[in-house]
């Protein structure tokens, strides 16, 4: 399918058949009126439109990856599910060395992986807490992990 027409939207400009998922890529840079920059990266977990995450696993790992990854960088502004449930965009503020986002984003998963319990799990913290998945969290993060050396490698 070709795009006739450019969107607003990065992400409904990129060719979703010619990707190869696992990835991570800049997907925006943004300079604020004060000069800060925010650059916001695509990582996909899963092939779009072949695979997806299960919402209570992607959920947890949401949780997980919002509050673990917070502990490699303060430079982090926000880490946001795709709707699509192929994927995150995470988003960073005066910060843009792309193999220390990959190192955060390894280090996060392994933290991920030896998770006991999923961070604020619970009706006073989250709006749906009845949907969650530590292990199926973990298998994601797992299969993101071993597949780290075709991160930098976006397409096909």
């Known amino acids: 399918m070709t795009v006739e ?4 939207v990065e992400s409904f400009n ?6 190869k998922a696992p990835y991570v890529r800049l997907a925006g840079v943004k300079e ?7 650059h916001k990266y695509d990582i996909r977990f899963c092939q779009p439109n072949k695979e997806h995450m299960e919402m209570p696993a992607l959920h ?11 502990n490699y960088s303060n430079n982090i502004v926000d880490i ?14 005066n910060h843009n060395d792309y193999d220390d986002v990959l190192t955060i984003l390894e280090k996060t998963l392994n933290d991920v992986l030896t998770a006991t319990e999923v961070p604020a ?6 709006g749906w807490a009845a949907s969650h998945s530590l ?5 994601i993060a797992k299969t993101m ?12």
């Open 5 to 8: 027409k450019k969107m607003n």
């Open 14 to 19: 990129l060719d979703h058949t010619k990707v």
């Open 32 to 38: 604020g009126f004060n000069g800060d920059i925010i």
């Open 60 to 70: 947890s790992l949401e949780h997980m990856m919002a509050e673990f990854s917070r």
């Open 80 to 93: 946001s599910p795709m709707g699509c449930q192929t994927g995150f965009y995470l988003s960073l503020i």
């Open 121 to 126: 799990c619970n009706e006073v913290q989250c």
């Open 135 to 139: 292990e199926g969290a973990q298998a």
């Open 145 to 156: 992990l071993e597949k780290k050396n075709e991160w930098s490698k976006v397409f096909a």
